[in-house]
């Protein structure tokens, strides 16, 4: 497992090496995304989704920790 993972991007040519930061890869396999917000809204998925497509992960978890049963708060994406 791996905290604050880097995902280098490269646009137009350009390589950024931390464009973007994972909160948690396991195993290579699955991204795992941490919140704690009032609502999941579209910002926070397409931002799982980037991660995923970007680091050609087929598994994602978008946990939010502000509800109160926390199986509510888990979305499981599949690439």
Avoid: W
């Avoid at 604050?4 to 390589?15: F, H, M, N, S, T």
């Avoid at 890869?25 to 995304?33: A, H, L, P, R």
């Amino acid at each position: 497992m791996e905290r604050q993972k880097a995902l280098p991007v490269v646009y137009k040519g350009i390589k950024l090496e931390v464009g973007y930061r994972i909160d948690l890869m396991i195993e290579n396999s699955v991204i795992v995304e941490l919140k704690s917000v009032e609502t999941i809204n579209d910002v926070h998925i397409a931002q799982i989704l980037t991660y995923m497509k970007l680091s050609n992960t087929k598994i994602g978890l978008l946990i939010n920790f502000n509800v109160k049963d926390l199986k509510q708060g888990i979305k499981r994406f599949i690439n």
